[in-house]
């Protein structure tokens, strides 16, 4: 790394195996983010669905995203493991390969990390999405009950 290089604040770690139907959603909300001073760490634990190349054109594209292929599969705990090691921010965020962000969501949740430096995590409020097969099954206003209460 040279000297000018600017290290991120934030590492957005992707642990990937065969979700390519959903990837380039997921890193272009995060690309898309209206905070700037990331990094993206892919850990790619053997995929074969071309989740491999399409990771492979976003690292050749932009500076921001990082790409590591595992010689072999490990098991996802691991790969979550080695995606957290080989980042190189004070902050880190763990993303799941078939997830996506709503452009503020990085801005929004390092705020309080920034404000209060002895602060360890920053936690959103989860909103279910519920399509109509799945609101038969299940009660959103429960889930949302107990989602609103607070971590002590």
């Not at 959603?25 to 001073?37: A, K, P």
């Not at 490990?74 to 965020?93: D, M, P, T, V």
């Not at 889930?143 to 607070?150: G, K, W």
Request: overall charge negative; aromatic content about 8%.
């Amino acid at each position: 790394m040279s000297t000018t290089e600017k290290l991120p604040l934030i590492s957005i770690c992707i642990p990937l195996f065969n979700k390519v139907e959903f990837f380039r959603q997921t890193v272009e909300s995060i690309l898309s983010q209206t905070y700037e001073n990331f990094e993206i760490v892919i850990s790619d634990n053997g995929s074969s669905d071309g989740s491999s190349e399409l990771a492979l054109e976003y690292a050749s594209a932009d500076v921001r995203v990082k790409y590591y292929h595992l010689s072999q599969t490990i098991s996802a705990g691991e790969n979550f493991r080695h995606s957290l090691l080989l980042a190189r921010g004070k902050i880190l965020k763990l993303q799941c390969a078939d997830d996506y962000l709503e452009p503020d969501f990085i801005s929004t949740m390092v705020q309080p990390l920034l404000k209060s430096p002895e602060t360890d995590f920053s936690v959103c409020t989860v909103k279910p999405v519920f399509d109509d097969e799945a609101s038969q099954i299940l009660n959103p206003s429960l889930i949302e009950q107990h989602l609103a209460v607070p971590l002590k």
